[in-house]
Each structure stands twice: as structure tokens, then as C-alpha cells.
């Protein structure tokens, strides 16, 4: 017995043995078992006892073994020896403590000690029969539900539960009971019993009869709350670093702190930043009411119901607004709506007070933004959805979240200020937005490259005659203004060109002879040589009729194309040479799209990011738009997240996805014309009764006169066969008449004499749009019809 263990140590026999071999201690336990006394034997060697030989004790660690010892009477005993080898310590030698049960010691009551381990144990333990009802539950499992044992016994899990979670656990404790092996399941939930959410690791193991057959089965939950939040705030502090900063885009930056905290943090955030005052900074000094522009909010809630604010809107928060209390303090404040610390704000402002209460937010925290010793603006988190208050761990993983994002927000800011002006030029040079067309659903990105200069990426889509539609991206090397100007020029040309409906390789034929003359006029204009101006690009044309998409490049990257339930392939395309070379040929292809396709066309900088090549950017575009949920703009956001995971691009990125739509059969009607022209009023008849079935009557009287006029003049100039195609879609009615010739009209006002040459400017005012374009037999003559006037 002994200060650290008051207890009788007679039912172990304990001896330590030096690391000469000599026993040092000798207990009464040691004496009951061989009937040594601790004065024969202290001091003696150990080996004097052993009856077969010395004892094999390693030089570290523990052994365990049976051994023959010498007891005092003669007779030799076996015994199971424990020893455990301990190091020196505070100049004590190293010493072997050698221990061994005794046989005869008196045992505790198993019955009394294993109904207690159930009972008493720290640890949550239910017991469930075969049919998985509860047979008994311990104290620490009670408390976790909030019910007492006699309340639940019989009932299953998802009974007691009552969640989701719940019924996961019976389905785990199913598979037990019919496999027999035991697992572990991990659930983060707030069980009846407790004031918050819990993370619970329970082990389930099968309980099993002296036959070895599953009885039932026994579920231990282990509180492991505190290592599971500490790995949700690692995680969500490593999410922020890659999520937030991708671009140099303030609002963006901005979305992506708000992004980040929902829902791991919060169910609402708002990110409202300072206005900039004369030079662009943020005022150093502030008082209330503050000025804040609503600058990114984010929501579980679909459409965001919570923000009184919308993005761009400037308000101003008066002193006890969690927005003004946290800018003037300096620091961070929680807020309680059910302790009434937000009452006189929210009595000033009646309809966020209402707001407020429908929602049922209960909790709100406003975290400063700020960087480099300047106040930027204010991001407020608020709960609704979850229970459980801010709590100060709460606090300071918003603190770190938020001191990320404010660098990352300074950053932008900076960089948008010093590259304004070069950017605004860039910008204004490409489409602001993208036309509605009956071909194509579309979605674009432009990034700019991180640093600077300026580059010449590009990308449009063009409405064509016939509902076609032009889909169009290219690159001009170098970077700077001059290769801004010369994007602009190319872009006005491909546009121009595209008028005059060129196939592909036509179009970037004359493309190129562009380019060559500006490469000489810039090597004759600065005493440079030839070749100097130098671009990437490729033109696709698709028609919604006929599904098909011809296309041709000049040394740009093939697009990947990904149809519906199908992976994503690049498609094969003749190599065609830079823009600027000369003299040489460009080849087209031809593909048949199925409706729901989707195309994916981007510049080199998109795949040439970073340390890694082409081929690893390849792949991982494709795994990106594998991923197609149906969105464009949620596709171009994930591919350039999986490309270009920080917003470093060395280069200018565009991004441009096309999802091709399909005109019916019922949609497009065809004729063909004879060559007589007394037939042109059955033709009209004709047109007439097809835009009655199509429930567009209201259409007739023009489009019967259009019909008229193209017809008979096909018929007295062009050359057979002739053909009359209508196509519509909600907004348009387009007449195409095509033949053989390949002269085409022209527009010219008739003199008062003049017997005719008034039907193609009867045409010109008749309709939204006309023209012709050639093709490989011949050329057509197209009209366009605007419905919509026409309701």
C-alpha cells in the first residue's frame, strides 16, 4: 500500500530487477508466491530464482512469457512474467519491473462491475435485439436522446430519432445483424437531448450467443464534436485560400467570401464595402450613419429572401446596426436578436424589422474587412436555419476567413484601379453581351491575364441568315494596346465578312490577306519586317435545320465537343496555319450535331496555365464540362475553377460554350418552284394555307407579297430548280428562295416610267431584314418577318 495506490498490493506478486540482474524491491504479493521473504532475497541476483536457465529480458520494451521459478520450500513453479523495461531518468539507473497475477487473489463480482460498465459508462451504449428494438440503454445514451429508458425500450432507431440520420443508422445496424461484422458510423446532428448539434462516432458491433449467433446489436456513440469542428474550420479556412481570389474582380472576390461562409458558417452573408472617396481609396475616418455599397450576398435560400439590399445598392446604417457598431469599434460584434441587443436599429428600420421576424433570425455577426491598416467595408453573417448562436470559435474562423478575403478584395481593388483604363479598352472591344438566337444557347467568360498588359483575346457569336448562327474565336499574339487595336480590327472584319455569309475557310482566307496587310503596314510604319502582326482563330457556322456545324481554324485549338449522354471529345480539325503567313490554304469540317450539344471553344491561355502543359489543361477541361448540369454559366464557372484554380493566368483566357437548339420538321416548309410564272399565285395559296396551320395568319398579307416577289423574280432571272423555303421559330419568319445562278440582286429605286424594278424595294420595306448569300450550286435570296409586331 502505498500513497499512490491505497490499496492492498498482496494480489500481485511485484519485483524490480536492476540492470546489473540484481532484485532492488520485493513485494508481499512476490512473497505469497514463492515464499521468499523481501530480506532473503533483496540484493541477491534475479537468476538465483529461475529454475531452467536465465531470463531472456530484451534490451528495451516489454516480454512476456513462462518461466519455472524456485520456490523457498524446493519445488520448482511456473509463472506468466510481465516486465517492462524503464529507461533511466534523473540520474536513476534503468530497472526491469517484473509483475505476475496470483492465482488465488481474490476476483471482483462480474455481474455487479459489468451491470455498472453498462450503466455508468461515460460512454453512450444502447443494446438492440434481433428485430432491432431497444432492449436497454445506459444513463450517458439517455441524457443524448433527452428520454428516459423506460419511455424507449421497444422502439427501433428511426423511431427514437426521428431524422434522416436516424433511419442511415438503422440501415447500418441492419447490415450488422446480416453480415455479423461490426462498423463504424459518423453523423453530425442535434439528438432530442441536447441544446446544439453533436458530432457522434458510433461503433456497432454484433451481439452474438455462446453458438455464435447474431442476437443483436450493441451501439456505442463517442462524442468527438470538438476534433470534428476543429476539422470543419481547417477545412473551411483551406477552402477559402483556393476559393476566394481567383480573379482580380472586387464584386467577385467579394461573392466568393460570401460563397465560402454559406452554408459552413452561416445561413446568410453580405459583404457591403465602403464608397471610395476622390482617387479611389476608402475613407480613413467614418462616422455613423455609414455609407455602404451592397457589394455580394449569398444565401441557403433560393433567391436570396433575407437581403433587404440588392448588389450595387448603397445604404446607409445608422449607429446600433451591427454594420456601424462593428466599422466604428474596430473589431468584431455578435448580436442577438432574442437578447434585444438589435432593437433600436431594427425599430428605425421598419421593413428589415419585418424581414427580420418573418425569416426568424436570431443571431448575427459583423466582421470587419480590412487589409494593409485600411477599413474596406463590413462582412455580417446571420443565423436562422441554424439554432445554435455564434460562438467564439465561431468568431475567430470568421476573422480568419475574412482577413483572407480582405487582402484578396485590396488586391483587386489596387489592380482595378491601376488597370482601368487599359482594361476599359479591351472590354469595350468585345460583346458585351451575347445575342438570343433560335440556334444556340450561349455562354462566354473573358479573364484577363493577371498581370497588366493588355491581350488580344476574343470571341463573339454572329446571327447569320436562315437562323445560322457564327461562333467565333481567336487570339492575337503579343500583348498591349496594339494588340487590343488589331483584335478590334480583326473582330470588325470577321463580323463584315460573316455579312456576306463566307463559309469558313473562305472567310479566314480573306481574314488572312487582312492580317498580312497589317503586318506590313506595321513593318513599314516602325522599320520592322513582315510577319510582325500574327493571330489564332476558328470560325464555326451552325445551322438549327439541319443540325449540321461546318467549321475551320487558323492555328487555333481544336474545340471539344460534348453531345448529349456522351463524353467530352476534341473534335478532329484540319490544322490550318496562323493568320499572317499567306499564301497558304485553310480546310474546313463538317458535323452533324444532335440537338442539347454542347461546344466548347476557348483560347490557348485556358490550357497553358501555370507550371503545368497543354495536355494536363486538356483534361481537365474535359472532366470539367463532363460535369454538365445543364447551366452554361455554371459550366464556364466550374471549368475555369478546375483550370485555373487561383486566378493566376499568365495569358488572357476566353471562354466561349454553345448549346446547340433544333427547328422541327413542323417548323420549315418547302416548295419547289416550276418555271412557269402563272404558278406563282397557287404558291401563294400554298404559303398562305402553311402559316394558317402554323397560326400565323396575322403574317400573311406581307409574307404573300415577299413570296410573290422573290418567286417571280427567281423565275424570270435565275435558273431552275428553284426552290421556296419558310422557317420560323416565336419571333421570326424567315422566306428563302434559292436557284442556280449565281448573280445576285441588287437594290435599286425605280423611275416613275419605269414599268418595274420596284419588287426588292417593296421587299427592303417590308420586312426586318434582307439579303443573299452565294452556296456550292447557286445563291438564295432571304427575308426576314418579325412576329412579334404582328400580335
Not at 483551406?238 to 472586387?250: F, P
Not at 456576306?500 to 475557310?505: F, R, S
Not at 497553358?608 to 470539367?624: H, Y
Amino acid at each position: 500500500m502505498t500513497p499512490e495506490y491505497p490499496f492492498d498490493e498482496a494480489a500481485t506478486a511485484r519485483v524490480v530487477v536492476d540492470d546489473t540482474g540484481t532484485l532492488v524491491d520485493w513485494n508481499e504479493g512476490a512473497r505469497t508466491l514463492l515464499g521468499w521473504s523481501p530480506a532473503e532475497v533483496v540484493g541477491r541476483p534475479a537468476g538465483d530464482l529461475l529454475a531452467d536457465g536465465p531470463l531472456p529480458l530484451p534490451v528495451m520494451g516489454r516480454w512476456d512469457g513462462t518461466v519455472t521459478l524456485r520456490h523457498r520450500d524446493g519445488r520448482a513453479v511456473p509463472v506468466w512474467l510481465l516486465a517492462h523495461r524503464r529507461p533511466p531518468h534523473d540520474d536513476a539507473p534503468g530497472r526491469w519491473l517484473v509483475v505476475a497475477p496470483l492465482p488465488d487473489a481474490p476476483r471482483p463480482a462480474d455481474d455487479l462491475l459489468t451491470t455498472a460498465a453498462l450503466l455508468q459508462s461515460p460512454c453512450a451504449i444502447a443494446v438492440y435485439d434481433e428485430r432491432l428494438r431497444l432492449v436497454r440503454i445506459n444513463a450517458a445514451m439517455a441524457r443524448a436522446i433527452g428520454l428516459p429508458e423506460e419511455r424507449v425500450r421497444g422502439l427501433r432507431p428511426s423511431e427514437i430519432g426521428g431524422r434522416p440520420q436516424s433511419t442511415d443508422l438503422e440501415r447500418h445496424m441492419l447490415r450488422v445483424l446480416a453480415t455479423g461484422r461490426a462498423q463504424d458510423v459518423q453523423t453530425y446532428t442535434r439528438s432530442g437531448g441536447e441544446a446544439r448539434a453533436h458530432a457522434w462516432l458510433a461503433r456497432l458491433a454484433p451481439v452474438t450467443d455462446a453458438e455464435g449467433r447474431v442476437r443483436g446489436v450493441c451501439l456505442s456513440a463517442h462524442d468527438f464534436t470538438d476534433n470534428y469542428l476543429a476539422r470543419e474550420r481547417l477545412r473551411l479556412v483551406n477552402e477559402a485560400s483556393v476559393r476566394i481570389g481567383t480573379t482580380l474582380d472586387v464584386t467577385r472576390t467579394a461573392q466568393e467570401l460570401a460563397d465560402v461562409c454559406v452554408p459552413a458558417l452561416a445561413d446568410f452573408v453580405s459583404v457591403d464595402l465602403l464608397e471610395p472617396q476622390d482617387g479611389g481609396e476608402p475613407p480613413t475616418r467614418f462616422s455613423a450613419p455609414v455609407g455602404l455599397r451592397r457589394c455580394a450576398h449569398r444565401s441557403i435560400t433560393p433567391g436570396e429572401p433575407e437581403a433587404v439590399a440588392k448588389p450595387g445598392e448603397v445604404q446607409e446604417y445608422p449607429a446600433g446596426s451591427p454594420q456601424a457598431d462593428s466599422l466604428l469599434a474596430g473589431r468584431t460584434t455578435v448580436g442577438s436578436v432574442r437578447q434585444g441587443r438589435l432593437d433600436d436599429w431594427l425599430a428605425q428600420d421598419a421593413p428589415r424589422h419585418a424581414r427580420v421576424r418573418e425569416i426568424g433570425i436570431h443571431s448575427t455577426m459583423s466582421v470587419p474587412i480590412r487589409a494593409r491598416g485600411t477599413t474596406l467595408g463590413v462582412a455580417v453573417l446571420t443565423r436562422f436555419r441554424r439554432p445554435d448562436p455564434f460562438t467564439p470559435d465561431d468568431v475567430l474562423l470568421a476573422e480568419e476567413i475574412t482577413a483572407r478575403a480582405a487582402v484578396c478584395i485590396d488586391n483587386a481593388r489596387r489592380f482595378s484601379r491601376e488597370r482601368e483604363t487599359a482594361l476599359a479598352l479591351q472590354r469595350s472591344l468585345l460583346p458585351r453581351t451575347l445575342p438570343r438566337t433560335a440556334a444556340v444557347d450561349a455562354a462566354s467568360r473573358y479573364l484577363p491575364a493577371s498581370r497588366a498588359g493588355v491581350g488580344g483575346d476574343w470571341f463573339d457569336v454572329i446571327p447569320l441568315s436562315g437562323m445560322r448562327v457564327a461562333m467565333v474565336v481567336g487570339d492575337v499574339v503579343g500583348s498591349g494596346v496594339q494588340a487590343s487595336a488589331t483584335m478590334g480590327r480583326l473582330r470588325t472584319a470577321v463580323r463584315t465578312l460573316a455579312d456576306i455569309d463566307l463559309a469558313p475557310d473562305e472567310l479566314l482566307t480573306h481574314l488572312d490577306d487582312l492580317v498580312v496587310r497589317l503586318s506590313e503596314e506595321a513593318a513599314g510604319g516602325e522599320g520592322g519586317s513582315p510577319g510582325e502582326v500574327g493571330a489564332s482563330c476558328l470560325y464555326a457556322v451552325y445551322d438549327p435545320v439541319s443540325r449540321r456545324c461546318t467549321m475551320a481554324g487558323a492555328d487555333h485549338p481544336s474545340p471539344v465537343l460534348l453531345r448529349p449522354g456522351g463524353v467530352p471529345r476534341e473534335v478532329e480539325l484540319p490544322p490550318g496555319p496562323p493568320l499572317g503567313v499567306g499564301g497558304l490554304p485553310f480546310e474546313s469540317t463538317e458535323l452533324e450535331l444532335p440537338e442539347g450539344s454542347v461546344l466548347a471553344f476557348y483560347t490557348d491561355g485556358l490550357l497553358d496555365c501555370g507550371e503545368r502543359g497543354p495536355a494536363v489543361g486538356r483534361r481537365r477541361l474535359t472532366e470539367a464540362l463532363a460535369a454538365f448540369s445543364g447551366s452554361l454559366d455554371e459550366t464556364c464557372d466550374r471549368v475555369l475553377h478546375a483550370l485555373l484554380p487561383v486566378g493566376n493566368a499568365a495569358d488572357d483566357v476566353a471562354l466561349l460554350l454553345a448549346r446547340t437548339r433544333g427547328l422541327p420538321a413542323s417548323q420549315v416548309a418547302t416548295w419547289d418552284i416550276p418555271s412557269d410564272p402563272a404558278l406563282v399565285a397557287p404558291i401563294r395559296k400554298q404559303v398562305v394555307d402553311q402559316l394558317a396551320r402554323w397560326e400565323l395568319s396575322e403574317a400573311s398579307f406581307t409574307t404573300e407579297l415577299v413570296v410573290s416577289e422573290l418567286v417571280t423574280n427567281a423565275i424570270r432571272y435565275g435558273s431552275h430548280p428553284i426552290r421556296l423555303r419558310l422557317i420560323h421559330d416565336a419571333e421570326t419568319l424567315i422566306c428563302e428562295v434559292s436557284d442556280t445562278s449565281h448573280t445576285a440582286p441588287h437594290l435599286r429605286r425605280a423611275k416613275t416610267w419605269d414599268e418595274g424594278g420596284r419588287g426588292l424595294l417593296l421587299v427592303a420595306q417590308l420586312t426586318q431584314r434582307w439579303g443573299s448569300r452565294h452556296t456550292g450550286d447557286g445563291k438564295t435570296i432571304w427575308a426576314e418577318l418579325t412576329l412579334l409586331d404582328q400580335e
